[in-house]
């Protein structure tokens, strides 16, 4: 099983649209989480961190469950610009490191 | 401010040529990470310093592969030789906590 797993997607929604991303992952001792964003060709760049109480960032919602081992983002109204792949990230302190899932992709068209 | 900087950014070379990526971190960054990023694999982690130490390099795929950091703002990372299985883009990052990294913007590596 891999450590962090994410449906590699393509998600086609209309601009405008809602919608969101789950991500599950094995290491119960994980101990922080973030969204990354990577555009087509370019580097992977910090969306957000998630947190157990749920954090907003504009248009973006993310989400942790502990129990279930599972982070969400949630993205409202969607821009054309959001097309990119988003991916789910891990960090483990005992290992000082992080562990990136596969990517979903999200492509919004007109 | 700059930000994480990697020369070069594209690399073709032919199968059993060395190579040599370049990186730079951002001033004042503790940690430095090289990662590798394929269609099949995703992005993998090859090894991280802390303080220019290298503290795990279990992602290094094989002995072909070796990276240094003689600097707190220098790091390479050597393939030799290089071999057509080699060709991907390769991430260096930095961070001053290991958990929120940034990236720079690879080197897309082609071993014809």
């Known amino acids: 099983r891999k450590e962090v797993e994410q449906d590699p997607g393509p998600f086609n929604v209309p601009e405008g649209a809602t919608v969101a991303f789950n991500c599950t992952y094995s290491n119960s001792a994980s101990q922080s989480f973030f969204w990354y964003r990577q555009d087509c060709r370019k580097e992977p760049k910090l969306l957000m961190s998630?947190?157990?109480s749920g954090n907003e960032d504009g248009r973006f919602t993310a989400q942790l469950n502990r129990a279930s081992q599972y982070i969400s983002l949630l993205i409202r109204d969607s821009k054309l610009s959001d097309s990119a792949t988003y991916l789910c990230v891990v960090y483990t302190g005992t290992a000082s490191k992080l562990t990136f899932g596969t990517g979903t992709r999200l492509q919004v068209t007109l | 401010d700059a930000g994480v900087i990697q020369s070069p950014r594209h690399e073709v070379t032919e199968m059993g040529q060395e190579v040599t990526l370049r990186c730079k971190p951002i001033?004042?960054?503790?940690?430095l990470f090289w990662y590798r990023q394929t269609m099949m694999r995703g992005l993998e982690l090859l090894i991280y310093f802390n303080n220019n130490v290298p503290i795990d390099d279990s992602g290094m795929p094989e002995d072909r592969f070796s990276a240094k950091m003689p600097n707190a703002s220098f790091s390479t990372l050597k393939i030799q030789p290089s071999e057509p299985r080699d060709s991907a883009v390769y991430f260096c990052?930095?961070?001053?906590?290991?958990?929120?990294?940034?990236f720079g913007p690879g080197t897309r590596l082609t071993v014809l």
């Open positions: 998630v947190y157990s």
């Open positions: 001033s004042g960054h503790d940690y």
């Open positions: 990052a930095s961070s001053f906590f290991s958990d929120t990294q940034y």
